[in-house]
Each structure stands twice: as C-alpha cells, then as structure tokens.
C-alpha cells in the first residue's frame, strides 16, 4: 500500500490510506447545530398568458458546440408597485433586479449560455412583461429574451413570474410562476433558471438543488470537519453540525429529505441520517472497526458502506432504518463502495483485488463482480451518473483527476487537469461533475465543477475550505 497521499488522511476515500487512522480522532460529542429547515414552501401557479402561441421552439439545440451561440437578454424583473418586502430594503423592484442578476449568473455558470444581465440592459415595464417591446430586443440581436415580475401579497409573500421569449418569431416560449415566502425569493430565480434551462436544451434541469459538502478548518494535523449546506450555486450556506465530532461523506437522500454522513462520536465510527426538515437525526449503524463511504440505494431503502475487519475491508449493505448488516464482497484487500446504478440493480466500486485500485461492477446481490477499468493508472471513488449511462470517477496517473467512462470502462475522458481533483458527484441532471481540489502546496481545498465538455470549469464560494462535496436532487 505504498501510495502517494499527497498530505491527506481521513477525508481522502482516493486510497482508504490506512484505515486504522480512524481511531485517531478524538472521542466528542454528536454535535448538532441548528436545523437548515426547508423555509416555507414554493407555490407553482398559472401566471397571465401572452398574445403569442406555443410554437415550435426555434433554436433548440442538439449539438453541445451551438448552445453557447444562443445570446440570451435577462433584463430586470419588474414590479406593478414597488413595495416593501423582507427579501431587499428597497422593495420589489431592487428585488426584481437581484432575481436577474441570479438568472444570468446561473445560465452563464452552467457554460452553456451566453447571457447578458440587467446591468446591461434597459428595464422593462410592467405592461411590457406579456407585451415585450420587440424592434428594441431585435436591435441589441438577442435571440431569446427573458422577462419577469415580482409583487408583493398582503399576506407577505411573494409572487414571481417568468417568461422566455423567442425574439425573431415574436413567440411566447414558457411561462411559469410561483408563490414564495420573501426568504426564498432565490428558489423562485432557480426555479426560473430550471424552466429556461430544459426548454432551449430539452434536459432536465439543477438550478433548484443544494450542495452538501464537509467544511474544513484548522491546522493540517488538527482539522476540524463540520457538515454543511448550501444552495447550487454557492448561496444560502449553513453549518449543520459544530464541529466537536469529526464528520465526512455526506449524502442526499432520494428524496431529498435526509442527509447520509459519518461521524465519529466516542472514537467509534457511525452512520447517521440527517432529517433536514426537523434538524433531528438517525443512528444507522455503529462498530468499533473503520467504516467508510456510505451510500443510499435509488429507492432510499437501504446504505450501502465499507467496513475493515481483521485487515480486510469489504463492502455491506443495511437497511437505512437499522439492522442487520449483509456483506457483498469477500475478496482480499480492500473493497469500498461507490454507488448503485440508477436503477438499483448494480453497483461501481473500488478495489485493489488485482494489485492496483480498480473499479468494478457487481450486481445489487454482491454476484457477479468483474473489473471495468483498463485504460491505465489507478481508478477510485466511482459516483454513477443518474441518466445511467455514464460513470465519473477519480483518476490516478500522476496527478488526481476527474474523468467519465461508459458503464463497460470504455470510452474514459479525463475533464480536468488539477494536481489533486477528486470525489466526483453528479449533478440531478447528469450534466455537471462537482469534486473537490487541493492545492498544491497550501494542502488547501475548494469545491469546483465542471461539465461534460471539460471546458468550463469554476470555483463555488464557500466560507472556509471544502471536501467531499454530494449535489442533491432537484428541490420539491
């Protein structure tokens, strides 16, 4: 097990590296710290139609290479009256233009889209929100437009409404609208960015999902590891936990509900599920041997994790309530799990069985395990895409870095080039990879993403340093 660890230890599934460290960290605590909560709820409702039709959509797109070419005009979202609201001192209409700017960021960020923002453009008014003021979008050449409104309800709430434009057929492409608290006036830019998003590309969206990752603090041989939230493109950040009890590998559940992690509490590893409605959570599984890398089953059903005993470490399968454990693998060395096929019928992991760490595929059952890298270099942390048909995985030839394969090991594309990428996690869409990097030198470390291209690629804003990133579903 002589390997390359490049100054990590416990958070670094790359290489199990070893595995008794875990009883290293000091016995603390569970230390919860106040419940994210879900905030009130997001009302979808029919907003007022136009005077155009639901046509055909002119530039829909199936090569990856024209979407960046479609030039998109966010203007502010305007208001009937400007009015108070919790959501901006200066009432609906500032906030209409901070919803755009969300807009813009988010179509920009995703490297698909080449967005112009409200601070570029003229504003809109009211009326002109159904009635868009065409010879002036035709002479800024915008091919689609984006209009909006925002209005404050006596009862506090919000109602933001969204329309896509194509600009050259006059045509009305989507409307939707929805009822928000004033706190959750960015779900309503998100939600607004999703409906934009699938009708010029017909995918599914991911703006309206959060990030869960292990925020990192401290010195390199004292590291304090708290489990933290935030929304998809960086905003709204929470710690979940204080920092007291060492916590890794978070996990969204299917359903968005709950958050799968580790921590290690009394110097004994455990598996717990985080209700993140309630702030309350669940002990799934405890033992005093090195437990890493749990998983949920696509039906949320069951936690897929590793577990080392007698020097062997083996992959095995719980019911997420609890109870009894049944073991998948048997082979010498070190097996860890990586995640279950969309459909829940197979599993990709990891495992140096053949004298290197490869990645693997076996049944839901434990049967039928056989290797599926062979392009060169070393193969770790599998995460399969949720379209099915693609598995991102960490790559060791050298440096670490991010790559995709076929379910069959074929076809590898390596998308990055940093010294130390890992951890892969897919996107609700199957389009982005979130990973997190370390920086040469410094041991410091960021969540990044980057798409299937592997030319855009960006640092998300977090408050401190960052590992282990899990990008959640699509938000109820």
Known sequence: MAIRQKAVTMKRM?????LALVFSIAAQAQDLGAPVGEGGRVERI?????????????????????????GIA???????????TPANAEGTGALGREIARVITANLRNNGLFKPVGPDSLPSPTFPQITSPAWASWRGRSAEMLVHGYVQARDDGRLVVGCYLYDVSLQSE??????????????????????VIFAR?????????????????????????????IMDSDGANHRFLTLGSATALTPRFSPDYSKILYLSYVDGNPRIYVYDIGTGQQTLVTENRNPTIAPRWSPDGRSILYSMSVAGNTDIYI?????????????????????SFSPDGTKIVFESDRSGSQQCYIMNVDGSNQRRISFFGGRC??????????????TRIAGDFNIAVMNTNGGGMRVLT????????????????????????GSGRSGIWQVDLTGRNERRLPTPVDGSDPAWGPIRP
């Open 380 to 393: 770790a942390t599998p995460e399969w895409s949720p379209r099915g048909d693609q598995i991102a995985f």
């Open 318 to 338: 719980v019911p997420a309530t609890g109870g009894t454990s049944k073991r998948l693998t048997d082979a010498p060395g070190i097996d860890v799990g990586g």
């Open 417 to 440: 080039r940093g010294w130390q990428d890992e951890a892969p996690t897919w996107a609700p869409n199957g389009r982005i990879i979130q990973f997190f990097r370390t920086e040469r």
């Open 173 to 194: 492409l989507i409307r939707e609208g929805w009822i928000v608290p004033p706190a959750d006036w960015r779900r309503a830019a998100h939600k607004c960015s999703d």
């Open 46 to 70: 029919q907003v007022a139609p136009t005077d155009a039709t639901d046509g055909p959509l002119r530039g829909t797109v199936t090569d990856e290479s024209d979407w960046s070419d479609i």
């Open 14 to 18: 790359i290489w199990f590296a070893p």
């Open 200 to 228: 010029l590309t017909g995918e599914s969206p991911f703006f309206d999902s959060r990030i869960a990752y292990i925020a990192e603090t401290g010195p390199k041989d004292a590291r304090v590891k708290r489990l933290a």
């Open 74 to 84: 966010i203007p502010a979202f305007a208001t009937d009256r400007n009015r108070e």
